[in-house]
């Protein structure tokens, strides 16, 4: 039986053109994800495109096909922050899925460094 280590790491939000100094608990989730379809092919993993929107901020854009799990996810990242690197942060929706939306937004504020 082979053990999954996650490869979360703290880094920084990402722009089209250069990275962000804000630490970004959701910047390698994707990578975790695609690790664990290895072991479970049938998972349908989302996605989390975090975006720097200021030194201490960062829009996280959430896709999913599971409905309904938005609170959930954005919840455990908070909850992630906290216990893997020490820091609070605090989120809010800004864009739900729905029609004009294909996917869930979320600002994101993380403290000073």
Known sequence: M???TPQ?????C????RPAPAPQPAANLDSFHMTLAKSYPKMRAPSF???RTGPTTCDVHYYSSNL??????????ASVARGLFGIEITYEQTSE???DCDHDIFKLTMPER
């Not at 979360?8 to 920084?12: A, E, F, I, N, P």
């Not at 309904?68 to 990242?77: E, T, Y």
């Open 2 to 4: 082979s053990s999954i």
């Open 97 to 99: 899925r729905g029609d």
């Open 14 to 17: 990402t722009t089209a053109t």
């Open 49 to 51: 495109r975090p975006i």
């Open 68 to 77: 309904g799990f938005s609170p959930f996810a954005i919840a455990l990242l």
């Open 8 to 12: 979360l790491q703290l880094t920084s």
